[in-house]
């Protein structure tokens, strides 16, 4: 046997995809030397999983193979202890039981847990005929009053009642994970632990008014400084996030002192917390090299926050209410990496291969877990981080949900370029979400933009779970597609974080960026100019061609999207504002200001309630069109 093939076979063998089409559809293959250190970073991660994996998965009435399955009767164990027969339907086959839940396959004295999913994910009747819309909302960048100068749930719940004036009925958020400590810079989807909330997007003023107005009005200097963060532009993260530390961490004394009976109920909520929460404030606060007690009660005002607003929008008649968004990964060197040391990637990060996002590919820093950990360990990891995402939540964005089938995987500190697609067992992983979004009622969307494998897309909508239709990325050589064409099992959105808004895409505010931060020639340059005048144009006639021509072209296009006919349609807030500024360019650090931009506190407001007037009004007219 050849040194090549002998390659290929522990390759494959490890899950490995040595040959992978682009985004442009050219076969690629992976050299020889990248694979091998990348076999030799999965050695030293957890093991496959043995012949007896410790979970199976399948759904409602299908049919499940039982690995070394007896002859005789089986019956199947529910969740309360019941039982009922189990119907063999050949060797070693069984149905599934007609109920989603976890149950144990029973045969004599074996018992084989197994996740039984429903067929598709949940998503709430159509209680009206408009379907349903909302806005996206990059949560550090909303003013609210007294956030500090960083955005939390106050800021958020200030959207609920003028959205809810318009008929929407979701709010999808940024990742609101707990961070590592922020000492310079500050991203969303680099988070430490993602089954914790981040305790500086919890909102002292709404949720404890008077203890937190009370610590401030006694420190002039305090004060001063997070109203000095609040009127900032930019965020400075590393300055903001002390000062607005200090004020979190000065409410437990005020509390203790002059509220007692209030402060004893927190203290009983933060005991109902258990090991679980004092474990992460152990572990977060040797991160931080702060008290264990002040990240236990951070965590407390996070939770408690985000949970009031989730209830308030319900109760305001949002039938989704807040998305949350999982992020694909996590810090090699936070808390979910160490409570999770057996599962983890060894010496590898994520990242992603060229493609319409970043024509240099990207190197993320951040970590999963190993695919044979998973299954080794019943995919406890995964069941325990989905459960804490969708927890009081309406629905949940995933990040990269292509990575439930393959994710980009490159030596820890290697170019974007030095990486291999990693399998991951997909129907397990699907068979989970789709069977946690059900017990959880929270609606699934999947990120599915990038380099996509062939089938993931229809495979994702038959569960349920719904892709990402995004405006910029919906056009052929011809022009944009009719929003006839736009999936119905999708999210349809006029932009992303990652992409510019329309007003800034119609300025060519992008390609600015590209010539500032020497990515492009004078000739590339001058190249993309004439294209991006030639796609204005394009939009434009398919605005005219669709009976949505006002003259204003950013008004259009979000009329275009509001028209599609997607189950579901996000109007990010830096298109209902007119903003110019992508909160985030892939492939940068510092060179953009990424993850740091606020919204501006004196935006017109008469204009911003005329797109949300005209996004609904087009929602309404597509539902009947």
């Known amino acids: 046997m050849s040194s090549e093939h002998a390659l290929l076979l522990r390759a494959a063998e490890a899950g490995l995809q040595v040959r992978w089409t682009d985004v442009a559809g050219v076969e690629r293959e992976v050299a020889p030397d990248v694979v091998e250190a990348v076999l030799r970073s999965l050695a030293d991660s957890a093991g496959a999983a043995g012949a007896a994996p410790p979970l199976l998965t399948c759904v409602v009435g299908h049919t499940l193979s039982v690995p070394?399955?007896?002859?005789?009767g089986a019956h199947w164990v529910a969740e309360d202890g019941t039982a009922q027969p189990a119907r063999q339907t050949g060797a070693g086959q069984w149905q599934a039981p007609p109920t989603p839940g976890y149950w144990h396959w029973a045969q004599g004295p074996r018992l084989q847990a197994v996740a039984v999913a429903p067929q598709r994910s949940w998503f709430p009747g159509p209680g009206t005929a408009c379907r349903h819309w909302g806005v996206a909302a990059q949560v550090y960048s909303v003013p609210g009053t007294g956030d500090g100068g960083i955005g939390?749930?106050?800021?958020?719940?200030?959207?609920?009642?003028?959205?809810r004036a318009h008929g929407a009925t979701a709010i999808a958020l940024s990742p609101i994970h707990a961070s590592m400590p922020i000492r310079s810079g500050f991203s969303p989807y680099s988070p430490s632990d993602r089954r914790w909330l981040e305790p500086l997007h919890g909102a002292p003023l709404q949720q404890l008014p008077e203890a937190a107005a009370a610590v401030r009005a006694a420190d002039a200097d305090l004060d001063a400084r997070l109203a000095a963060h609040e009127a900032d532009e930019?965020?400075?993260?590393?300055e903001a996030a002390a000062a607005k530390w200090q004020w979190i961490g000065r409410l437990p004394a005020w509390l203790q002192t002059h509220r007692p009976g209030q402060w004893r109920q927190i203290e009983s909520e933060l005991m109902a917390g258990g090991a679980p929460l004092a474990s992460w404030a152990a572990q977060t606060a040797a991160l931080s090299r702060s008290p264990a007690s002040l990240q236990a009660f951070g965590q407390w005002l996070a939770q408690a926050s985000w949970?009031?607003?989730?209830?308030?929008?319900?109760?305001?008649?949002?039938?989704i209410g807040l998305i949350a968004d999982l992020a694909v990964g996590f810090d090699p060197a936070g808390v979910e990496a160490q409570d999770n040391a057996g599962a983890v990637l060894q010496g590898l990060e994520l990242g992603a291969p060229p493609d319409a996002f970043n024509p240099h590919g990207q190197a993320w820093g951040i970590t999963s877990y190993a695919p044979g950990a998973l299954r080794a360990q019943g995919y406890a990891p995964f069941i325990t981080l989905l459960r804490a995402v969708m927890a009081q939540r309406g629905g949940v964005r995933i990040d990269h949900i292509l990575g439930l089938l393959r994710l980009w995987v490159l030596p820890r500190g290697a170019g974007a370029g030095q990486g291999i697609y990693l399998r991951y067992p997909f129907d397990d992983l699907l068979n989970l979400l789709v069977l946690e979004s059900w017990r959880n009622r929270c609606v699934v969307i999947g990120e599915d933009l990038g380099v996509?494998?062939?089938g993931i897309r229809d495979a994702l909508a038959a569960r349920g779970v719904l892709g990402m239709e995004v405006l910029a990325f919906n056009r052929d050589e011809q022009g944009f597609?009719?929003?006839?064409?736009?999936?119905?099992?999708a999210v349809a959105m006029s932009s992303t974080h990652d992409l510019?808004?329309?007003?800034?895409?119609?300025?060519g505010r992008d390609l600015q960026w590209r010539r500032r931060l020497g990515w492009n020639d004078e000739a590339a340059d001058q190249r993309q100019t004439v294209q991006r005048q030639a796609e204005v144009q394009q939009l434009a006639a398919r605005a005219q061609a669709e009976g949505v021509d006002s003259g204003d072209l950013q008004r259009d296009a979000l009329a275009l999207t509001a028209r599609a006919p997607s189950v579901l349609a996000l109007l990010p807030l830096e298109d209902a504002t007119a903003s110019i500024e992508q909160p985030n360019l892939p492939g940068t650090v510092e060179a953009h200001p990424n993850w740091?931009?606020?919204?501006?506190?004196?935006?017109?407001?008469?204009?911003?309630?005329?797109?949300l007037a005209a996004f609904a009004a087009q929602r309404r007219q597509g539902a009947t069109a």
């Open 452 to 454: 996509v494998p062939p």
């Open 234 to 238: 930019q965020i400075e993260w590393a």
């Open 152 to 163: 939390d749930s106050g800021g958020i719940a200030d959207w609920i009642p003028r959205l």
């Open 481 to 489: 597609l009719p929003t006839a064409q736009w999936r119905k099992s």
């Open 500 to 507: 510019p808004p329309v007003a800034g895409w119609l300025q």
């Open 68 to 72: 070394g399955a007896g002859s005789g």
């Open 596 to 611: 740091c931009r606020r919204m501006a506190s004196h935006a017109d407001d008469a204009a911003i309630e005329g797109r």
């Open 307 to 319: 949970r009031q607003l989730q209830h308030d929008a319900r109760q305001d008649g949002m039938a």
